[in-house]
């Protein structure tokens, strides 16, 4: 079984998986609330709000917003993360290895826990997206006419700025992929965690845990834009803390997709046949 036939596998039982929509629904749930009570009532022009400062992944100091972007980790890693120790209780992860097609299992579990996780992060972003171009004007950001809701062309409040005025939809999009990433390595980093932990709920908050320790931590260190620090500040079109810088992104990803590695590496060594 190669590894786009076990990419196939692992999707086909990902979409038999009550977690996975569970997830979808929770963060669904969040965007819609988020709709109700900070879009909704400030929809009329007169309140001068545009599609691309208002939705949940923008100028937002929504509480429904800020506790979507805090569960991002537990929910992406609940669809899928928790797949490898399952495998290895039931037996079937055991039964790979002795047909040596243990590299092909992780690279198709890798690849469609990556996507699960990214669809569960960008779900509810896309339509809150979508709600707002419903309820709210269509009008593209304009650094000269607008009092609030700008961006600086030469701060550091969002990536590619210049893109933000002239293509705002391109923009948004582009966080939208990057928002997809950063769940994804998020639950890979609760795939790796699977190899050494034995409870299933572990694997689910373990993410969870570690990136609040991180946070906490990282806040503690750099008093003074630590934000720019928490790879989730790179899933908002606009920080909401700190100042965003791309190669401090790519380096988190870079650490992210590092971290998951070698903790597979190492799972996978534990749990070796002998």
Known sequence: MGSNKMFLYFWKRLL?????????????????????KDVYPYRALKYGHSVYTIWMGGFSGSIYASLFYLLVPLLAAIPMADTWLSDRQSGYYQFVQTRNKTKQYFRGLYVCNFTAGGLVTIFPLAINLYACFLLVPDEK?????????????????????????????LHICLFLFFAFCIGGLLAGVALALSG?????????????????LYESLVGIVCKNGAATYYPLTYA???????EMELSVMVTLMILLLGITIIGMCWGAKRHELD
């Open 236 to 242: 908002h079109q606009v920080a909401p803390l700190g």
């Open 196 to 212: 050494l932990l034995k409870n299933i709920f572990m694997v689910w908050v373990s993410v969870f845990v570690l990136n609040y």
């Open 141 to 169: 950001p304009d650094l000269i006419l607008w009092d609030t809701h700008t961006v600086s062309l030469y701060g550091k409040e969002t990536l590619f700025p210049s893109v933000f005025y002239d293509y705002p939809l």
């Open 16 to 36: 038999h998986k009550k977690n996975f929509y569970l997830a979808l629904l929770a963060g669904a749930m969040l965007s819609m609330l988020y709709i109700a």
